[in-house]
């Protein structure tokens, strides 16, 4: 019996390990394009005045880079605040659906476990582990959602974005302004890689295209983040009001 209960450990175990070093293989691209782009805010925080606690504590207990190179355009001598707060609030308002698009896959696990793991639901965690549960579906894997592959990847890219942001702002004199070389390209680069992993087709594709018109028109016009919201909200009305059969259907080649 203590063999068998031996044996099974030693296959959890191994699957463990698996599973983390699947979510690292999986996530180390991602990880070498966010170097740079935690150097530049770590950069930019130095020439708008932070100080290295202050970026240290908003890259760790926010860990959203969108929202973060808006606080740090917005901060002064005597920081606004309330209005850092507010953009922060509508630049992560996406974080609400992401979440709501992988809770499906999670049912399986406690509310309490979720909601804290939940806190690494980046942009590139949730994209990542979003293809990786309609992999395992489309293989039968149960359960399609894994959560060690999760935590590693979500893991390693906050631990990499806080230790690459404060060596920005340290080394930020040396580094000077990487804006001039062209290093804000990084974050649309690796959005583009991402959107390429989750194409499922032109069908689908229309929806995205769609709020990308949206969110363009809006910016063009409207000051402020409100491009963000708007481009969204058109992703979700063309959702609910198209019907599946037109989405579903598959492309003809």
Request: charged share 15%; glycine share 8%; aromatic share 14%.
């Amino acid at each position: 019996m203590n063999k068998k209960l031996t044996n099974k450990k030693r296959r959890v175990q191994l699957e463990i390990y698996k599973e983390i070093l699947r979510g690292l293989k999986t996530v180390f691209p991602i990880i070498l394009s966010m170097i740079p782009f935690g150097l530049l805010l770590g950069t930019q925080a130095k020439i708008h005045g932070l100080s290295v606690m202050e970026l240290f504590l908003m890259c760790g207990l926010n860990f959203a880079g969108g929202s973060e190179f808006i606080a740090v355009g917005l901060w002064q001598k005597t920081p606004p605040l309330f209005l850092i707060v507010v953009m922060t609030l509508m630049v992560n308002c996406r974080h609400f659906l992401m979440g709501a698009t992988m809770i499906p896959f999670c049912r399986q696990f406690s509310l309490k476990k979720i909601i804290l793991s939940f806190f690494f639901l980046c942009d590139e965690c949730w994209a990542l582990s979003l293809q990786d549960c309609y992999k395992r579906l489309k293989k039968g894997v149960s359960p399609s959602f894994s959560y060690i592959f999760y935590i590693s990847v979500g893991l390693s890219l906050y631990s990499v974005w806080v230790i690459s942001a404060v060596l920005g702002i340290l080394l930020g004199p040396f580094i000077g302004n990487l804006l001039q070389y062209g290093f804000d390209m990084v974050f649309a680069a690796i959005f583009i890689v991402l959107l390429r992993g989750m194409w499922v087709g032109w069908r689908k594709g229309i929806i995205w295209a769609i709020s990308l018109l949206v969110a363009c028109i809006v910016h063009q016009f409207i000051s402020g983040e409100w491009y963000i919201i708007a481009g969204t909200l058109t992703g979700i009305l063309f959702v609910s009001f198209v019907p599946d059969r037109l989405l579903q259907k598959p492309d003809h080649v």
